[in-house]
């Protein structure tokens, strides 16, 4: 059992539709950070978030940390194809020496 | 060029090989690691590096060891290749001293395939 769990594994669209993916864990973290991988490219940064509640948003991507920091969410309005990716979370538990614990990932394709 | 840059990109080795990854970045990050990815399983951590003096295992280390050889660099190895070992290898930095510490920069990746 990972320590964060990402819902779904994967998720298949059409351009247009709306698209959440989860990230839950039953630890409590000091932060977490989502990030975007594309095929053979490393993950790059989206957003961090640090306070519970905390929702931020990037265009058409809205991320929020639950009031608890156990949980996080990205959704994504009017998905592009542009969107497609793996979707990390990332958590940061300062017990944890400084060092990110990641997600299993969403595998996003949207759908021209 | 890359601010954080692997090599090989691909590999391909057999079975008890030993094989290096490498690894040089530009950003100036004192903090360097590696890690790990498999379907479905997300990145793992194998070591990182807080310093040119400082070696950590981190959660999968066994069959990997790495040398900091500067601040720009740093290796893993795998002293006897076994199958298992497939995987999605990145290396990655990030700035302690920045506003977004912990925030890693990673390379765009190094495939092994251990027949």
Redesign the interface.
Known sequence: T?L?E?SP?FLSIQEGENLTVYCNSSSVFS?L?W?RQEP??????LV?VVTGGEVKKLKRLTFQFGDARKDSSLHITAAQPGDTGLY?C?G?RGAA????T????TRVLVKP | DAD?TQTPRNRITKTGKRIMLECSQTKGHDRMYW?RQDP??????IY?SFDVKDI?K?EISDGYSVSRQAQAKFSLSLESAIPNQTALY?C?TSD?RAA?????T????SRLTVL
């Open positions: 990972q964060l990402q594994q932060s950070q990030y053979g490219e490393g993950p790059v940064l961090t990390l990332a940061l020496g400084n060092k990110l990641f997600g299993g990932g | 954080v890690y479905g399983l997300g990145l793992r951590l990182y950590n981190g990145f990655a302690p977004g510490a912990n925030v890693l990673f390379g765009a990746g």
